[in-house]
């Protein structure tokens, strides 16, 4: 492997420490997802009726391969593993605009990351990084939800997630999960139940990132950088074996459409510029798919999935479990 390639592969090794972005994973061409990607699948489309209602999320991922922009394995990653826990309220009012009921939520997250490597990374040559932190806040403050055709379709229209940085990255620790840029995130779900045993839901987002400034693409190297926009969505389709039981099967898709975009990239020496502006260029994608189960007691519903995930490029690749936890006041 000649020396630019040592140096783009070293700085490759980086762009994990943003898989872990809120709720989840990911901020760099490689891996720059702010949404934990597949967080949502039965019926997302079909907002709680007027009120309070608390969601909670338990979350697991575990990857031990970083795909390049072949979908071959990069050989840098031996083992990342994420746990979250994330509260989320919705507050639905019966206030209506557009035929639509209007409303707000709210996220706060706790993640866990845990990263090793098949080799030495970092200013201090390590292996294995740990952290565990709150990197941001999600707020939307203006949500619409329809509920149509007697039932049989439900719509939510979300104007913007907006995901707000507590500027607590550490360059230094590769599993950091602190962010220091905001993401702005339109959504639009949508639930189709043509009879009471099928259900066909999915979750479309589009991600707008700001600058971030004095990102590390590889030590000793800082400058700034505006991830590129990304698309993604959450899908599922389920079947009732009665009222209160479904089986189903969910997955995502998520891909990096716009370049990152790194500012001052002139005033790096010769051969960092040409490493730097590869990685510009490096788009992830990702697919996944997996069943899950949702059940119904009295007004509590708990959904348990889990999504094996394949064709990543610049991505990790790996599987989830989600545990999701939903009670209307």
């Not at 943003?18 to 967080?39: R, W």
């Not at 203006?142 to 104007?159: C, E, N, Q, R």
């Not at 990102?215 to 950088?225: A, E, H, L, T, V």
């Amino acid at each position: 492997m000649n020396k630019l390639n040592k140096k783009k592969s070293f700085l490759l090794v980086t762009c994990l420490l943003f898989l872990f972005s809120i709720f989840t994973p990911n901020t760099q061409g490689a891996d720059m997802e702010a949404y934990p990607n597949g967080a949502e699948a039965f019926m997302v489309g079909a907002a709680p009726p007027p009120g309070l209602t608390y969601v909670n999320y338990m979350y697991f991922y575990s990857a031990n391969e970083f795909k390049d922009s072949s979908g071959d394995d990069s050989k840098l990653l031996d083992s990342l593993t994420v746990y979250a826990e994330v509260a989320r309220f919705i507050w639905i009012s019966k206030k209506q605009l557009f035929g639509a009921n209007y409303g707000q939520h709210f996220f706060f997250t706790l993640l866990d990351a845990d990263m090793k490597f098949n080799g030495p990374v970092g200013p201090k040559g390590g292996r294995d990084y740990h952290d565990t932190d709150i990197p941001y806040f999600i707020w939307s403050p203006f949500l619409l939800t329809w509920h149509l055709m007697d039932g049989k379709l439900h719509t939510v229209l979300d104007i913007a997630d907006i995901y707000i940085p507590l500027y607590n990255e550490n360059n230094n620790n590769f599993a950091s999960l602190g962010r220091n840029y905001w993401t702005i995130e339109p959504v639009f779900a949508i639930t189709y139940m043509p009879s009471p045993a099928w259900e066909f839901s999915a979750k479309f987002m589009y991600d707008f990132n700001t600058r971030q400034e004095d990102y590390s693409p590889g030590p000793p190297i800082k400058i700034d950088r505006t991830p590129g926009q990304e698309f993604h969505m959450d899908f599922n389709c389920s079947y009732g074996l009665n009222p209160n039981l479904r089986i189903g099967l969910n997955g995502y898709y998520y891909r990096q459409v716009k370049n990152d975009d790194f500012h001052g990239i002139d005033e790096l020496p010769a051969p960092l510029q040409t490493v730097v502006k590869g990685l510009e260029g490096e788009q992830g994608q990702v697919w996944a798919l997996g069943p899950g189960v949702w059940y119904k007691h009295g007004k509590i519903m708990a959904t348990l999935r889990s999504q094996w995930e394949f064709e990543a490029k610049n991505h990790p690749e790996g599987y989830n479990v989600w545990f999701k936890l939903i009670y209307p006041f």
